[in-house]
């Protein structure tokens, strides 16, 4: 079974520039998450997506940061503009719809805000 | 606030030792406990916690959860240089919501 794929792998950016990720998770998983993790630090959820509904939201930063799911498969990750303090692994995981599965990660987008 | 604690954050071994990591939670709703190791890339997964005193046992690592003191801890066994990563614990309070600690890095010296 392939995993979950996500690109780019590394990014580099300006200050107040843009930047979005890409996430494809795996095939006949309904439920989709982006994280963010800080060097040293746990994963953070920014957003869960059940197909392409958000189930929940709550610390994704609404006003540079925004995630769609239009067809309930893909998934793209986007900040705009980008703080320095946005330098982080944005990972991708994806599990089936129960509480009971585990979560299934991609190999994450390295950003750095400059 | 919901928070998960692992401890030590860094550990240092010898090949051959025997680890044991610590993970503390205070959540608002607990479903099941996981453990993920990540290297240089993806976290995956290791183990999955639901009840009190079930040793989950993977060759030389095992798991095991305390739901009254609220606590788990992963041992691992005749440590080897592959088992150098750092080790993530996850509480999941339901519907997939999961809230990480900020993991162990263990390093294993030859």
């Known amino acids: 079974e392939a995993g979950v794929a996500q690109s780019p792998r590394y990014k580099i950016i300006e200050k107040r520039q843009s930047v979005a990720f890409w996430c494809n998770p795996i095939s006949g998983h309904a439920t989709l998450y982006w994280y963010q993790q800080i060097l040293g630090q746990g994963p953070k959820l920014l957003i869960q997506?059940?197909?392409?509904?958000?189930?929940?939201d709550s610390q994704l930063p609404k006003d540079r940061f925004s995630a769609e799911r239009l067809k309930g498969v893909d998934s793209t990750l986007k900040i705009q503009p980008a703080k320095l303090e946005d330098s982080a692994v944005y990972l991708c995981?994806?599990?089936?719809?129960?509480?009971?599965?585990?979560?299934?990660f991609g190999p994450g987008t390295r950003l750095t805000v400059t | 606030e919901d928070k998960v604690v692992q401890s030590p954050l860094s550990l240092v071994v010898h090949e051959g030792d025997t680890v044991t990591l610590n993970c503390s939670y205070e959540v608002t709703n607990f479903r099941s406990l996981l453990w993920y190791k990540q290297e240089k890339k993806a976290p995956t997964f290791l183990f999955m916690l639901?009840?009190?005193?079930i040793e989950k046992k993977s060759g030389r690592l095992s798991s095991i959860l305390d739901k009254k003191e609220l606590f788990s801890i992963l041992n691992i066994t005749a440590t080897q240089t592959g088992d150098s990563a750092v080790y993530l614990c996850a509480v999941n309070q339901g519907a997939q919501k999961l809230v990480f600690g900020q993991g162990t890095r263990l390093t294993i010296n030859p």
């Open positions: 639901t009840s009190s005193g």
């Open positions: 997506f059940q197909n392409n509904g958000v189930v929940d």
């Open positions: 995981a994806s599990s089936h719809v129960s509480s009971d599965y585990e979560q299934y």
